[in-house]
């Protein structure tokens, strides 16, 4: 990935870090963001937006990434999506994850074109993880972290396939979740509710 534009925004900064987060859209478990100080001899091949990654690469490059450079994650939980709504949620785990960092960075580059409540200096950048390495690199390690969850938490809800889908709305887990309140009567606590209430309104 091309340095030039973060080395461009991060001119006059000692210690910069870049954040982005995974799990804005899916139906349920938290969303979960990672910080990340890449060092500045750092060689990282193939590293991009994590979407824009297999399974496998991802996991290749999250080993790498989190044995090179400095990092931390944090989450915002689906009590706190459905408090908060999911853009103010994203920045609060995003706020965290920054927090968790054992040095302070005087920049933080975030992914997007918002940045609320941050005490260090921000740059946003619209499609960051794929522009900026830091930033990419965070996003690697929040989505690996997230997907590693979510493959923990499917075994609390065999039925649900969450260790298939991780949450996002698709036709399978729709139906296993008509299945889950059917025989149960409620949404699992794992669920966003703000993000199912037309589809709980079906279901009376």
Not at 83 to 104: P, T
Request: aromatic share 6%; hydrophobic share 35%; proline share 5%.
């Amino acid at each position: 990935m091309d340095k030039s534009l973060e080395l461009e925004l991060s001119s006059g900064y000692d210690l910069v870090c870049g954040t982005d987060e995974a799990g804005r859209g899916p139906l349920c478990g938290p969303v979960v963001a990672a910080a990340c100080i890449l060092p500045r001899d750092y060689d990282l091949p193939y590293l991009n937006d994590s979407k824009k990654l297999s399974e496998k690469r991802r996991e290749e490059l999250y080993e790498l990434i989190t044995q090179t450079a400095e990092w931390a994650v944090g989450m915002a939980s689906p009590h706190e999506i459905d408090e908060y709504n999911i853009l103010n949620a994203s920045q609060l785990a995003m706020r965290r994850a920054v927090d968790s960092l054992i040095h302070r960075p005087q920049l933080v580059l975030i992914d997007g074109n918002v940045s609320r409540g941050f005490e260090t200096a921000t740059k946003t950048v619209v499609g960051g993880d794929r522009l900026c390495p830091s930033i990419a690199a965070a996003s690697i390690i929040a989505k690996v972290t997230r997907d590693r969850l979510m493959k923990q938490i499917a075994d609390d809800y065999p039925t649900l396939g969450l260790a298939s889908h991780k949450g996002y709305p698709t036709k399978a887990h729709y139906a296993a979740l008509r299945e889950y309140i059917a025989e149960n009567g409620e949404l699992p606590e794992i669920y966003r509710v703000s993000f199912l209430r037309k589809f709980t309104l079906r279901q009376d």
